[in-house]
């Protein structure tokens, strides 16, 4: 069922903690069918709250909340989203469009005329549902990806 309450605005230092128990909650149910487990480790170690401390300094970050609650966030750096992960508590009811929508309104808000993607193959489909197109499949540091990008009204 699609929430109606999903509340999205910028991060602040004081989410970091919750931003990185929501990637790393994901990582572990979601991410974690389609990569092995020193995979997942690895990425979860690069998102412990004082990464993300340091990531909210240098890129657009966004949270969605629910009753005040982290659930799901997501980065821009220049046209590239990142970081992009919903508590799988609740995945399905929309926090990821709306994170989505939300994301690639600021980019073209920021004059860039496409938003790009490396894009797990848990969420493949999902990026392809929402008008992404695969360019090529690429290996990041032993981590496999499909770059993915879409064009911007
Ligand atoms: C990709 C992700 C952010 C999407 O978040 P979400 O809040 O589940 O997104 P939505 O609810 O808006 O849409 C999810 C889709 O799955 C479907 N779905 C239904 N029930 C679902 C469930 N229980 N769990 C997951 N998806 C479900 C939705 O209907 C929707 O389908 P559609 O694409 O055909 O419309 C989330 O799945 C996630 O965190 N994945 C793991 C991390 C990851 O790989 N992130 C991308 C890194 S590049």
Known sequence: MLRTDIEIRIAITEDAEAISRTIVNALHESNARDYAPPV???IAASFTPHHIARQLAERHVL?????GEIVGTVSLEKNV???FFVDPAYHGQGVGTALLEEIEGLAAANGHFSLAVAASVTAEHFYRRRGFTALREVVQGNVRVILMAKELD
């Open 81 to 83: 989203l990142r970081s």
């Open 63 to 67: 949270v969605a909340t629910l009753s």
């Open 40 to 42: 997942i480790e690895r």
